[in-house]
C-alpha cells in the first residue's frame, strides 16, 4: 500500500464549486479585512465594536436597541459589544430614566479619544480597500457593496 497523502506544504486546489460561490469570495474577502483591520487599524477593538463607538458618537443617548439596528447587529450581540466596551471604559450605559430596562449609550472621554485614533487609521485602511478602483469606479462599486448588503439583510430577516 502506498501513501497518497500529499507533503504538507503543497497546498491543495480550491474546488471550482467554491470558487464560483459568492458566499466563498464573501468570506474570503472578510478574513483577509479581518486580517487587515488588526494589523492596520487595532488589534482590540473589533470592527463592530468601532462602529457601535461612531454610531453612539453620532447619536449619543440613543436606547442600545435602536443602535443595534443602525450598525446592524442582533440585539443579542449589541449587549455583548456594549458591555466590552463599558467593561473597557469606552462607552457608559445609563438607565433610560423612563423605563430602566432600556440602556441608553454614551460615549466616554476614553472612547473618544479611542475613536478618533482608529477612525483615522480606519480612513486609511479604507484608502488602501479603494485604490485598485479608478476613481470613476469607486462611488459604483461602493453602490453594489450596499446593495448586496441591504438584499442580503432583506433576506436574513426573511422578507
Known amino acids: 500500500m502506498t501513501d497518497q497523502t500529499p507533503p504538507a506544504e503543497t497546498t491543495p486546489e480550491i474546488p471550482a464549486a467554491l ?3 459568492p ?3 464573501v468570506r474570503r474577502l472578510y478574513q483577509a479585512y479581518l486580517a487587515v483591520w488588526g494589523r492596520e487599524v487595532d ?5 463592530p465594536q468601532f462602529a457601535v463607538l461612531q454610531a453612539v458618537e453620532a447619536n449619543p443617548g440613543r436606547d442600545q436597541r435602536s443602535m443595534a439596528a443602525a450598525v446592524s447587529l ?3 450581540t449589541m449587549a455583548d459589544v456594549a458591555r466590552r466596551l463599558e467593561i473597557r471604559g469606552l462607552l457608559a450605559r445609563r438607565p433610560d430614566a423612563a423605563d430602566g430596562r432600556r440602556k441608553l449609550l454614551y460615549l466616554t472621554d476614553a472612547g ?3 475613536l478618533s485614533e482608529a477612525n483615522d487609521r480606519a480612513r486609511k485602511l479604507d484608502k488602501i480597500l479603494l485604490e485598485s478602483f479608478g ?3 469607486r462611488a459604483p462599486f461602493m453602490a453594489t457593496l450596499r446593495a448586496l448588503a441591504d438584499h442580503w439583510e432583506r433576506l436574513a430577516e426573511g422578507s
Open 23 to 25: 458566499g466563498y469570495q
Open 112 to 114: 473618544s479619544d479611542a
Open 19 to 21: 470558487t464560483a460561490a
Open 43 to 47: 488589534p482590540v477593538l473589533t470592527g
Open 135 to 137: 476613481e470613476a469606479e
Open 74 to 76: 442582533d440585539t443579542s
